[in-house]
């Protein structure tokens, strides 16, 4: 069986990646096929490269893998004239609008010379559940302008992978306290309180996992942030039949560049971890602190993400899902202040009319 080319072997026509059945799916003929576990054939060293980043503490080493030139036919990169955004994704996505602007004009060219993801986190909610988050994201908000509750416009929403990049390895760290510890007790006359000192220490090795850092400028750290985590343990070897359907968000940072920014998150986790192994005292002060970064590995990795902006009176207000956990976020929707002096008016001639028939009871029984 070969779905190289994105088409079913059955009838030749277009294939997606159907996330409830976590397998390749054939829409016209409904035939549905396993994505090939690659994970026996071995890597092809070949196309790879290592590169080395060294920081004061450890070595950064990432081990690049390329698509190869027949992973690459299918695929296209789109390229948005107005935002500059780049996105890959498969022939049948030329008619789709630029994710993060909006605009229809997308041109498509072959791509190649990428890195090929090393993990991929497959879409666990399908685009039914995105759509029914989203409504009811909405739902309460009666003065929400119409663009927003718009059937073609709900319709729009992406399936997008997002780039990562992922740090493991291991770090080291001896750390010494000062710890105290009050007792307070009385012998009827005096009231005494006692502190002893303790010195503390705290040392040794912590293994890391998977310690992502978003490898896109396009979307906002933010936005990303309030989704996460993404739980890496279940990311699986990437194979390009997981993208038919969905796109993917070409990186724009490369892994050397984040390194510095890595390299802080693990120190921090690593400290963190060791300080919160000191316990039991009133009070504890941090004396000394020797941190060691060994070799780190860089995995680049894909994570999916529902994504809807919309556009209204010249803002964006974003909508984003985990596409693995389900976890959502919005933007404060705006308010249609037309809309709601509408209801507003509705609501006032509702109460005049109360107003009068009141008025019409009063005037009929102690009318005059
Ligand atoms: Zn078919
Ligand atoms: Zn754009």
């Not at 296209?76 to 789709?96: F, H, K, L, Q």
Request: proline share 4%; hydrophobic share 35%.
């Amino acid at each position: 069986m070969s779905l190289k080319e994105f088409k079913c072997p059955n009838c030749a026509s277009p294939v997606v990646f159907d996330v409830k059945s976590q397998k390749i799916h054939c829409t016209f003929c409904n035939s549905y096929y396993d994505i090939e576990d690659k994970t026996h054939e071995g890597h092809d060293h070949t196309n790879s490269q290592v590169s080395k980043t060294k920081t004061t503490g450890g070595v950064f080493e990432h081990e690049k893998n390329f698509y190869s030139e027949e992973e690459t036919n299918p695929l296209r990169v789109y390229s948005c004239e107005s935002c500059g955004g780049e996105i890959i994704g498969d022939e049948t996505m030329a008619a789709t609008s630029c994710p993060y602007c909006n605009n229809n004009v997308v041109v498509s060219s072959q791509f190649s010379g990428d890195l090929k993801p090393d993990l991929i986190i497959p879409f666990k909610f399908d685009k039914d559940q995105a759509t029914k988050k989203l409504l009811n994201f909405y739902k309460g908000r009666r003065f929400l302008p119409k663009v927003f509750k718009d059937e073609n416009k709900i319709n729009e929403i992406k399936g997008l992978y997002v780039p990562f990049w992922l740090f493991t390895g291991t770090s080291s760290s001896n750390m010494a306290f000062q710890g105290t510890k009050v007792r307070t007790y009385s012998d009827g006359n005096y009231r005494y309180t006692e502190t002893s000192l303790y010195d503390v220490k705290r040392g040794g090795t912590i293994d890391f996992k998977y310690v992502p850092v978003d490898g896109s400028s396009k979307i906002e750290d933010i936005l990303m942030e309030s989704i996460e985590p993404f739980h890496w343990e279940e990311a699986v070897d990437f194979n390009t039949y997981y993208l038919p359907g969905f796109l993917a968000d070409r990186y724009d940072l490369e892994s050397e560049d984040l390194v510095s920014i890595a390299d802080s998150r693990i120190k921090n986790s690593t400290i963190e971890a060791f300080e919160d192994s000191v316990m039991g005292y009133s009070t504890v002060r941090k004396v000394g602190e020797d941190y060691k970064l060994g070799k780190v590995d860089v995995k680049y990795a894909l994570a999916p993400v529902w994504f809807l902006n919309t556009q209204w009176k010249g803002d964006f207000y974003t909508f984003v899902m985990n596409g693995q956990t389900g976890v959502f976020v919005g933007d404060d929707m705006p308010i249609d202040k037309g809309l709601k002096t509408a209801a507003f008016l509705k609501v006032f001639i509702i109460l005049l009319a109360l107003v009068f028939v009141g008025l019409f009871v009063y005037n009929k029984y102690f009318g005059g």
